[in-house]
């Protein structure tokens, strides 16, 4: 199988992207690899300045890999208007693949392992029979390598989980266009799923991820997840990350009113394995014990408070009950 093309999205932070771009031309499998970005348009006159900056600096990245092949082709698709992160995730998704089997996704604030593109497209031909492996993740909120080596199996640096890790991931076609909907409202979405559907999906409440099916649009990742839930599928995993969000507290979803280092850290903020995943394939099933221990670790979506933090969040919800 052709190595699987990688699709970046993009929007307002040249910084971030330019990174992100960084990053993945530093994979070992760059120069074998074509990347589809698509940059989302401007909201407003403010909005589209920054959205040509980004531009700007895609089509000078473009020219270099032209010149220096560090990748095998970079198709730049601009939106006239501003799709906004849903549309433009889920209509960038499906146009790609119409052309290939398989897709890898970035946004533009995922910073990868050199290694990165090496285990994703292993893992693609490993579980491209194995209809229940329906996502390949690329994060991980656990360290599984350091905190639980005995859970895993032999020479395999991976494990399967319900939870899709939306930071650097890829499936294929037929999974993609036979199980993923874009629901339109919280009804359709969670129509038919049972409450210990719903328990499930959220990891008894650890991890309340469906509070966001009241968004217009529904984030994509929702309906993603709720979709795999649904046909019952896996998530293949790293036991240690091999991506990085460096956007944590700029992002689309994140909240920027508490989100400052003097009240709080990521806990799951972890530099990306530097090596290659150790991969064999095998029989997709969970293992109870990492499922409890993602449940631990999402808590408070896996925020570690400081004590002035943990003196402000009491404070908001002694008054926003």
Known sequence: MDKAPVIMFVYNRADNARETLRHLVANELA???DLYVYADGGKDEASWRMVNEVRSMLHECKTEVERTHVLRSMTIVERETNYYLERNVVEGI????QQHEAVIVLEDD???SPYFL???NEALELYRDEPRVMHISGFTHLDLLADHPDWLPASDDTYFTRHMAGWGWATWRDRWQKYFHHYQSRDEALAELTADDISQIEYGGAFPCLYHADRSPIPWDICWEIAIHR????CLTPAHTMTRNIGLRQGTHF???ANS???MRYTYDRQPLNRAVRLTRRQPELDLRIEQAFAEAIRDWGIAYTPLGKVVRWIYKRFHR
């Open 94 to 97: 499906a146009e790609v693949l």
């Open 255 to 257: 909240s920027q009113l």
């Open 231 to 234: 046909a019952a599928g896996l």
């Open 110 to 112: 995922i910073c990868t």
């Open 261 to 263: 280092p003097l009240l």
């Open 118 to 120: 090496r285990y994703v």
């Open 31 to 33: 120069a074998e690899t």
